[in-house]
């Protein structure tokens, strides 16, 4: 019998027969196996996850999805899903052994049924994050989870890591936003959950088992996600403060003055300002003078009984009077705001320009706040002499990226070494603080072995006994989240 593995100038992986077989699947033009094909697919957007593979699908219907996964388990072929590949901590990347087939779920980028009555819309899994939200707002609504790769993300990744953002204050994590799903399971079979009703208390709500498994139970394939009404109006202020302690004041300021309608606030250091004016086109200080630390604050008005730029303003005003800001400023207009928070979505990118960056995803009770930032700033700062600290983030959900750039003039190669010696540095402070190591990215590979350390026991028992059973074989994106049973691929099946 064929192996269904080759050996091809030292690289390992899949053969040609195998390859045809998926081919006669979902055609060959939707089948990638050339390095210069697959290249992008195989490494995510930070750099710091590399894998290799040997066949890249883009199947273009649910029934095209189970049929690729079902060969594949058959074959005992490992699968790993991909969406935008936007994700960052390697979730969506295959190892290498190049015997791993990526799914791109690109091809599904069908918005299949908008009911604004409903305030509900159906749409699949390749969905781009800003074509469902430019979609709801042409209908009169909005979808308002928010991130900085809207641009390029996708909805099936989004809610397979399920996304925070900064919405999260508001609306919730992607998970809030979700009344049914769409999933083909390891086997192939379909299971059809794209229920629209608030409220089914019929049994076991399945669909959580699958937000947030980052591919490891089966291939979200599409979502039925609630649609809010659009604001009719919205305020956007930038103000500056001296302190975290002066910003958790002004975000319990703004909170007893405007209830639910505060649907952002967020905390930016001066430098992390710097680094968006140096690296981030177009973009320029709101401010006429320089605080060392910015909170981002805004408001989303449902009714005109409201006068929204009122409220903002009682706010501002009387933080300025506490002595909580040092100045403030409000956005004039929608394209005002648009650049306020242009400046915000942008943070991450503008960090890449500044040389190696040693990131966390955490998050704290948000009144712990300020002492985090006390503890963890003054570690880091022992630790690492001259490095250059920028966490920023969601105050208002407790959500921080505590990122930390490396010192000027320092080896890119040598600062990135000493990642998991900082993390450990910085995620034993946020378990002294009741934290969790990932807010709101996922755990990937990037966080799987820290996951028994900070999880109850019976808790990862659970979790394993739910993976074994949905995925017997292991074939579903291995090596992610839980690390129990390698796929073996070495079979000689046809």
């Known amino acids: 019998m064929t192996s269904l593995i080759t050996e091809t100038s030292g690289q390992s992986g899949?053969?040609?027969?195998?390859?045809?077989?998926?081919?006669?699947?979902?055609?060959?033009?939707?089948c990638l196996t050339t390095p210069s094909e697959v290249a992008s697919y195989c490494k995510e957007a930070r750099n710091k996850f590399f894998g290799k593979c040997s066949l890249v699908l883009k199947p273009g219907s649910t029934r095209e999805v189970s049929d690729v996964v079902a060969l594949a388990n058959a074959l005992n072929i490992a699968i790993v899903p991909q969406g935008g590949n936007t994700g960052l901590v390697g979730g969506q990347i295959p190892d290498s052994s190049g015997r791993q087939i990526i799914l791109s779920t690109e091809r599904l980028n069908h918005i299949r049924s908008l009911d604004a009555d409903s305030n509900v819309v159906i749409v699949e899994a390749g969905v781009i994050l800003e074509t469902l939200q430019n979609?709801?707002?042409?209908?009169?609504?909005?979808?308002?989870?928010?991130?900085?790769?809207?641009?390029?993300?996708?909805?099936?990744?989004?809610?397979?890591?399920?996304?925070?953002g900064t919405s999260v204050l508001a609306y919730g994590n992607t998970r809030d936003m979700v009344l049914g799903l769409e999933v083909v399971l390891p086997d192939g079979r379909i299971w059809?959950?794209?229920?629209?009703?608030?409220?089914?208390?019929?049994?076991?709500?399945?669909?959580?088992?699958?937000?947030?498994?980052?591919?490891?139970?089966?291939?979200?394939?599409?979502?039925?996600?609630?649609?809010?009404?659009?604001?009719?109006?919205?305020?956007?202020?930038?103000?500056?403060?001296?302190?975290?302690?002066?910003?958790?004041?002004?975000?319990?300021?703004?909170?007893?003055?405007?209830?639910?309608?505060?649907?952002?606030?967020?905390?930016?250091?001066?430098?992390?300002?710097?680094?968006?004016?140096?690296?981030l086109p177009d973009t320029r200080d709101p401010m006429a003078e320089t605080h060392p630390w910015y909170c981002l604050i805004e408001l989303s008005i449902g009714s005109d009984a409201v006068d929204g730029r009122a409220l903002?303003?009682?706010?501002?005003?009387?933080?300025?009077?506490?002595?909580?800001?040092?100045?403030?400023?409000?956005?004039?207009?929608?394209?005002?705001?648009?650049?306020?928070?242009?400046?915000?979505?942008?943070?991450?990118?503008?960090?890449?320009?500044?040389?190696?960056s040693i990131k966390h995803d955490i998050s704290v009770p948000v009144s712990a706040i300020p002492r985090f930032l006390e503890r963890a700033m003054a570690a880091c700062e022992a630790a690492?002499?001259?490095?250059?600290?920028?966490?920023?983030?969601?105050?208002?959900?407790?959500?921080?990226?505590?990122?930390?750039?490396?010192?000027?003039?320092?080896?890119?190669?040598?600062?990135?070494?000493?990642?998991?010696?900082?993390?450990?540095?910085?995620?034993?402070?946020?378990?002294?603080m009741g934290g969790s190591i990932s807010a709101e990215h996922g755990i990937g590979t990037l966080k799987r072995d820290l996951l028994p350390d900070v999880k109850d026991l019976v808790e990862m028992e659970l979790m394993a006994q739910i993976k074994t059973t949905l995925d017997p074989k292991g074939l579903m994106n291995p090596g992610k989240v839980l690390q129990i049973v390698k796929a073996n691929t070495k079979d000689t099946k046809q």
């Open 312 to 356: 903002i303003e009682t706010i501002l005003e009387e933080a300025f009077e506490a002595g909580l800001i040092g100045d403030a400023v409000l956005a004039e207009n929608t394209r005002q705001a648009q650049d306020f928070w242009r400046i915000r979505h942008g943070l991450s990118e503008v960090q890449k320009h500044e040389g190696g």
């Open 135 to 164: 979609a709801a707002d042409e209908a009169g609504r909005m979808f308002p989870l928010a991130l900085g790769a809207q641009g390029s993300c996708q909805i099936g990744g989004n809610l397979s890591t399920n996304a925070g």
């Open 192 to 279: 059809n959950g794209l229920r629209s009703l608030r409220k089914d208390n019929t049994g076991y709500d399945l669909k959580h088992l699958f937000i947030g498994a980052e591919g490891t139970l089966g291939v979200i394939t599409a979502a039925s996600l609630k649609l809010y009404p659009k604001p009719r109006d919205q305020q956007v202020s930038f103000a500056g403060l001296e302190t975290p302690d002066q910003a958790l004041a002004l975000f319990n300021l703004a909170r007893a003055h405007a209830g639910s309608m505060l649907t952002g606030f967020e905390l930016i250091p001066r430098i992390g300002m710097e680094f968006a004016f140096s690296h």
């Open 14 to 30: 899949l053969s040609a027969s195998v390859i045809n077989q998926f081919k006669t699947l979902i055609g060959a033009h939707f």
């Open 384 to 432: 690492i002499p001259g490095c250059r600290l920028v966490p920023f983030g969601h105050m208002g959900d407790g959500n921080l990226h505590f990122n930390i750039s490396q010192p000027i003039g320092a080896d890119q190669t040598a600062y990135l070494a000493r990642w998991e010696e900082i993390n450990a540095l910085v995620h034993a402070i946020v378990a002294d």
